[in-house]
């Protein structure tokens, strides 16, 4: 990533849908930062109390604990400032009628950028030091913190983890580490976790401990990601939104069994946006009548493989220049004939996604009606293409005074094919590859970069067990 001047942004406010989880309903609000699990990565960790069992007549926080092994070590759950420390004690006592003052325990309070604050308790005496830190360091997600343990109020060993927003001055206990001003947990925030299967953790449920992205630093003009993994996916868009960051593109593709996304993220605008992936069909036919009811219209569409089956990815704003029509999983004659109708109309496609789904075209596509207010001039638009194709295509069209606008890769029949469109209204600097290994990707990424070009297609795909890239990317005049 390279650092650019970019406009100050007007932030999105993120909105967290309230969701029930196996009859675990949210009982308090959810944090606004994003968090990993606090552990090594590899650990086996059960979680025996989440927010609900914890008890939220006490603290809202989560008990969990190592599994098959004998020395755990905790780690930073997100990036911050390591501001409160006890190590001293060693002693598991039982706290029942102790008040406040005598009950002892060690813990570790981490301050982080969004204004959360998370704590880590019970850990064994003189780990934290042993772990190498020290007060006010700051620290990555996934830095050693110390050792599992049961010192002070502990039935046994296990972390005792929690995340809160502290007041300003005299925030916590010197003895425990307590948060002063919650009563009714109202300091306290329900931690959303990466790369677990639901956004929050649940009680009587085992997890392992993982790498997952981390924060993204806010004051790019544009922040781009490729092949990250489906179970990262969420995560990565989240660290993303709260790094000032819109969603603007979003690619996805198959190596082997497994999901892969590429994406394009830019500094927040001013028009309202949300995003989708993991849709079935008819999923993403309820997200569509229900955002288009609230006034916003399709700006990205993706399709691709699942081992569940076919997925569909959207983006949807508010603010485009003119109506949108979209459609999703038609053969190619029914792609053909609405492609015929649409262009009839006065639409002009802006995104067509292709999947081969058992030797068969499948066809997703979006298109934008031409007026006063959007004008695509002379296009062409081709979706069957191998890759001397598009590259004798791409020179037609340059020719002819259209480049390119879209790009995606998929698979058919084991040969990677290409869609494709162009425009002659597509004007200023432009470049385009395809057939890029991810290295050369990545130092044509830059160049253009450093041109002041920003990406406006990318599409990864597996050519004879390799990952490829196309992208495009264009400075505007």
């Not at 390119?404 to 890769?409: C, M, Q, S």
Request: charged letters at 20%; a negative charge; proline letters at 4%.
């Amino acid at each position: 990533m390279t650092a650019r001047n970019a406009t100050p942004a007007l932030l999105a406010t993120l909105a967290v849908t309230v969701t029930a989880f196996a009859g675990h309903a949210l009982a308090a609000e959810p944090s606004n930062g994003v968090y990993r699990i606090p552990y090594a990565n590899g650990t086996d960790v059960y979680v025996g109390r989440d927010h609900i069992e914890h008890g939220a007549a006490t603290t809202l926080a989560i008990d969990m604990n190592g599994r098959n092994g004998s020395d755990y070590t905790i780690v930073a759950a997100a990036d911050g400032w390591i501001r409160y420390v006890e190590e001293d004690f060693s002693a598991q006592i039982d706290c029942t009628g102790l008040p406040l003052s005598e009950q002892k325990n060690n813990y570790v309070w981490i301050e982080h950028a969004n204004g959360e604050w998370s704590k880590y308790s019970h850990m064994t005496k003189d780990s934290f030091t042993a772990a190498g830190r020290s007060l006010n360091e700051f620290v990555k997600a996934g830095t050693p913190l110390g050792k599992q343990g049961a010192v002070g109020c502990a039935g046994g060993p296990h972390l005792h983890f929690e995340v809160a927003v502290l007041r300003d001055s005299d925030p916590i206990t010197t003895v425990g580490g307590f948060v002063k001003d919650n009563a009714g947990n109202q300091r306290n925030r329900i931690p959303r976790i990466c790369g677990i299967p639901t956004p929050y953790f649940l009680d009587n449920t085992q997890y392992e401990a993982r790498s997952v992205p981390g924060a993204v630093p806010s004051g790019y003009t544009e922040f781009s990601k490729r092949n990250i993994a489906a179970a990262d996916y969420q995560c990565q868009v989240d660290q993303a939104v709260l790094g000032g960051y819109q969603l603007e593109f979003v690619d996805g593709f198959n190596s082997g069994s497994n999901t892969y996304f590429n994406a394009v993220f830019r500094p927040q605008g001013n028009h309202l946006w949300a995003a989708f992936h993991g849709l079935t069909k008819a999923a993403f036919t309820d997200r569509r009548q229900e955002y288009i009811g609230k006034g916003f219209q399709i700006k990205n569409l993706e399709s691709y493989h699942t081992a569940s089956g076919v997925r569909y990815a959207v983006i949807f704003s508010k603010g485009l220049p003119s109506p949108v029509a979209s459609y999703v999983d038609l053969g190619l004659q029914q792609h053909q004939d609405m492609f015929n109708f649409m262009t009839g109309e006065g639409y002009v496609p802006r995104n067509v996604s292709v999947l081969s789904v058992g030797g068969e075209l499948r066809y997703s596509a979006i298109y934008q009606k031409e007026n006063a207010n959007f004008d695509f001039g002379a296009w062409q638009s081709r979706s069957t293409m191998t890759s001397g194709e598009y590259q004798t295509v791409m020179e037609t069209n340059k020719a002819a005074g259209r480049y390119p606008v879209y790009v995606n890769a998929y698979i058919h029949n084991g040969t990677p094919m290409f869609a494709a469109i162009w425009s002659s209204k597509a004007l200023g600097l432009f470049k385009a590859r395809h057939d890029q290994s991810s290295a050369q990707y990545h130092d044509e990424w830059r160049g253009a970069m450093d041109l002041d070009m920003t990406t406006r297609a990318l599409t990864g795909y597996v050519d004879d067990g390799t990952w490829r890239y196309a992208g495009i990317w264009r400075r505007d005049p």
